[in-house]
């Protein structure tokens, strides 16, 4: 479209052809855009969840000795999953972020109701 004679467009004419991977504007959406602002509203929702689920955790679970809150992942999945069905991906959001931890790669219902889930 950037070479159309016929196209009236001008939006198209004003963006960079190509961004390289040295660029720091590589892989995101133009400053300003509809697009930046979705991404760093979805961003601020899903901290949000992460926050809920630590309040979750920290009211539902059991201090240890060690002074950190612990739940079993099935009592977690039971409480939270009336607040919302993403339960496993904000747990893999909070740990990326260190706030909390539990051991495997993924969490399933079932399977894993009996893995400690920590806060941090």
């Known amino acids: ?3 159309n004679p016929f196209s009236n467009d001008n939006r198209l004419a004003s963006k960079p052809v190509h961004t390289h991977r040295g660029d720091p504007a590589y892989g995101r959406p133009p400053e300003g855009s509809q697009t930046e602002q979705r991404g760093k509203d ?4 899903v901290g949000k969840e992460v926050e ?7 009211s539902t679970g059991e201090v240890g000795e060690d002074g950190h809150v612990s739940v079993t992942f099935g009592q977690l999945f039971e409480t939270y999953v009336t607040i919302s069905n993403k339960v496993v991906g904000i747990l893999l959001r909070a740990r990326k972020h260190g706030l909390v931890h539990f051991e495997g ?3 399933w219902q079932g399977k894993d109701d009996d893995v400690i889930i920590t806060l941090l």
């Open 42 to 45: 979805a961003h601020s929702h």
């Open 52 to 58: 809920e689920l630590c309040l979750i955790i920290r």
């Open 105 to 107: 790669e993924m969490l």
């Open 1 to 3: 479209q950037r070479k």
